[in-house]
């Protein structure tokens, strides 16, 4: 039980902040008196603090001040200026998560004036607890704080540490923007059937179990894509003739250069905040 006993504080109470709160609370890692949550608006400090017995504030640094760990998960326009909020205001030993994204190892290091910082990339499914959370470490974090960092992350389903920090980018180019992709393609779907004759109600309903099952079954089988997707292509089939125009439409190219497109924005988003810090007087 490594966040036994310690106190976290959530500087940002938005959605993923939330899905955050929730899966620690829904699985007893720890109990709502222990977490703390900030934010501008006086209507979600009293709805999170309503929905879940957290003690939501409106001071950063307060919420800060006597929390092990320190969860950022604002918006990226907001972190510079919570990083000149918090610089040089956390102790030695407090852990900083972010969920920022683009945010660096670098940029938060210089920023706050801390050493000890884990980037995080959680996704959308997180709110389900279904979530996958690529994320990497500073020299600086001991074992002790891998673990709680590996606790509170897998609070929002799977996590994987990465040694490199780069492939954080990455994965918020891969796992983290894609559910987009996976919605736009429902989306697709969705319109399809509707256009062949079937309401939207069971249009959606048919897609979801879809891509549900076949998720699932794709994870359960341990098989090869390339494998499951021939199991289902017969000879002169239904799926051959729906393949050959998804290739002839070279969606394996469209989508390769959207998640690397995602991937440049990632990078660019970093680059950006270091060019800010790098300004400031």
């Not at 950063?60 to 006597?66: L, S």
């Not at 359960?220 to 051959?240: D, F």
């Not at 290739?247 to 990632?266: F, H, N, P």
């Amino acid at each position: 039980m490594p966040l036994s006993g310690k106190r976290l504080a959530f500087i940002g109470g938005g959605t993923m902040a939330e899905a955050m709160i929730r899966g620690l609370l829904d699985k007893h890692l720890v109990p709502p008196s222990h977490v703390l949550v900030t934010g501008p608006r006086r209507e979600r400090r009293a709805e999170l603090a309503k929905a879940y017995g957290v003690k939501a504030l409106a001071s950063n640094v307060e919420a800060a001040k006597d929390a092990h760990v320190v969860v950022l998960s604002v918006k990226p326009q907001m972190l510079p200026a919570v990083t000149r909020e918090l610089s040089g205001k956390l102790d030695d030993g407090q852990l900083v998560i972010s969920i920022v994204a683009g945010a660096t190892l670098r940029s938060l290091r210089e920023g706050l004036a801390h050493a000890a910082i884990v980037r995080a990339m959680p996704n959308t499914p997180a709110q389900v607890g279904m979530g996958v959370t690529a994320w990497c470490v500073t020299t600086a974090v001991d074992g002790a704080q891998q673990d709680l960092a590996k606790a509170i992350l897998g609070a929002l389903g799977e996590e994987i540490a990465v040694d490199d920090e780069n492939l954080v980018d990455m994965a918020t180019a891969l796992s983290g923007t894609g559910p987009t992709y996976v919605f736009l393609l429902m989306e697709a779907l969705v319109d399809a059937g509707v256009h062949l004759g079937f309401s939207r109600r069971v249009a959606e309903e048919l897609v979801l179990r879809t891509v549900e099952g076949s998720a699932l079954f794709a994870r359960k089988s341990g098989r090869h894509l390339a494998e499951l997707r021939n199991m289902v292509t017969s000879p002169g089939g239904t799926s051959a003739a729906a393949i050959y125009q998804l290739e002839k439409g070279a969606l394996r190219t469209v989508l390769s250069k959207a998640v690397y497109a995602a991937y440049q924005r990632t990078r660019e988003l970093g680059t950006a905040a270091d060019e800010r810090r790098e300004e400031r007087p």
